[in-house]
């Protein structure tokens, strides 16, 4: 289905209520976005005795038992087609490193965390196969962003808490399923709160608990993504540019990314060092798509923020692949319709290539301090 935006979004609520506090118990006050009036409009279907017209792509193979990841478009077990994703949050800072398991997510969102602490960040990472997860995390507390952003997916939200404004939410949407709190402690010399991780079985058991449908259901909202077959780049795009390297404007870890042309992908630094998974002989970890988002913020206090996800006002953006990039515009119009992204200006939208991709919302204030070289 393609989405057509009708009206610019509503102004945002803020309800105040509160100060204070940490991620258990009160902090700042609630926001609440009013979502916007989406219109789907089906698309014919294709005329099977017809020829592909010039400049498309030819019919998909198929793969006995396999299909391919809305996720990644990457080749995957058929049984997996209708699994729900998990949506998993991941401190960030660096005592919680080295982090397990993280390459085995499909997608990863960096997101500014805290006003405070120099920007820090936390990772909230998207995993289909969940089922191979051997230990993942460490697992930290959630923030309203996320809860939008996992709604996307129709992915149920892995977290240890956070806070009470944040939970109010998962209470009142009835798309959100999570688990919080219930997964494994790691004896790893490190304080308690750098500690939980998902093992082997856990989610199985979180799954039977709560009685949650490991399946779509009603909420899901499609495919997020359009992808190509067929590798491309992005050299015959309107005003397309070299990027071998994003510096992101996060002062805490310093979040980069560095094209590797040996792999056609961007390896993550943090730190000032590779990003390694220990889980898997220390893979550096890596993704074939970049998506960059400009977006406002409204302060909480307290350090506490939520991105203003909810837009459909064509904010800016990049995407990012094989060593070159594009400017976009990205919309989000409600809870569970998936974040487009468009060719800037157009109403076309991207392609991505097949692989995992990273997106970073970035906050506007900070826009103009990233670094692309």
């Known amino acids: 289905m393609k989405k057509k935006v009708l009206a610019a979004i509503m102004a945002a609520a803020v309800i105040l209520a509160g100060c204070g506090g940490s991620d258990g118990g009160e902090s700042s006050p609630l926001e609440t976005l009013a979502p916007v009036i989406i219109e789907e409009t089906p698309e014919p279907a294709p005329d099977a005795t017809e020829e592909p017209e010039e400049g498309e792509e030819e019919p998909d193979e198929v ?57 820090i960040t936390r990772f909230m990472v998207l995993v289909k196969d969940w089922g191979k997860i051997e230990q993942l995390g460490s697992i930290r507390s959630t923030r309203s962003t996320n809860i939008y952003l996992a709604g996307e997916w129709n992915a149920v939200l892995c977290h240890d808490g956070g806070p009470y404004f944040a939970l109010d939410l998962i209470k009142e949407r009835d798309y959100c399923e999570n688990f919080t709190g219930t997964f494994s402690r790691v004896d790893n010399g490190k304080p308690t709160e750098f500690t939980e991780y998902i093992l082997a079985g856990d989610l199985e058991k979180n799954f039977s608990d709560k009685k949650y449908s490991k399946e779509y259901n009603e909420f899901y909202p499609g495919e997020h993504f359009q992808f190509s077959n067929k590798e491309f780049d992005l050299s015959d795009e309107d005003g397309a540019f070299d990027c071998t390297e994003i510096q992101l404007p996060f002062g805490h870890n310093k979040s980069t990314l560095k094209y590797n042309e040996e792999t056609g992908t961007y390896d993550y630094y943090e730190y000032g060092q590779a990003h390694v998974d220990p889980q898997h002989g220390n893979a550096q970890l890596t993704f074939k798509n970049l998506l960059i988002q400009d977006c406002t913020f409204t302060d909480l206090g307290d350090g506490y923020l939520i991105y203003n996800v909810l837009d459909t006002s064509g904010r800016s953006g990049y995407y990012i692949t094989n060593g070159k990039a ?48």
Request: net charge negative.
């Open 63 to 119: 793969r006995e038992g396999m299909y391919r990841s809305e996720l990644t478009n990457e080749w995957i077990d058929e049984e997996l087609k209708n699994q729900r994703p998990i949506a998993v949050m991941v401190d960030n800072e660096k005592i919680a490193l080295p982090h397990y398991g993280l390459t085995e997510a499909d997608v990863v969102y960096e997101i500014m965390n805290s006003t405070l602490n120099d920007r």
């Open 326 to 373: 594009i400017e976009v515009n990205w919309y989000k119009g409600s809870d569970t319709v998936p974040t487009t992204f468009y060719k800037k200006g157009t109403s076309e939208e991207i392609k991505l290539n097949t692989g995992k991709t990273y997106i970073s919302i970035v906050p506007s204030d900070g826009w103009e301090d990233i670094v692309i070289k």
